[in-house]
């Protein structure tokens, strides 16, 4: 009687324990989503701000050196 118990009593502690890691990973993969929205959107800025002086400076009529 005891070496059941004492398997369901492991099982459950390792169903426990995966689902630990799994609200682990959960949270891990939105903050990386979310990370990736911030950079993605300062990456369209800076493309952006890239292509304003460009046309500035095609505008000028300048050419570079």
Known sequence: MF???LAIALGF???A???VLAIKVFVEA???GHQVTRT???INRAA???EHA???LASTGKSLP
């Open 3 to 5: 070496w059941p118990m």
């Open 13 to 15: 502690l390792g169903i």
């Open 17 to 19: 324990v995966l689902g």
């Open 30 to 32: 939105q903050r990386l």
């Open 40 to 42: 993605t959107e300062r």
């Open 48 to 50: 952006e701000d890239l």
């Open 54 to 56: 460009a046309t500035r």
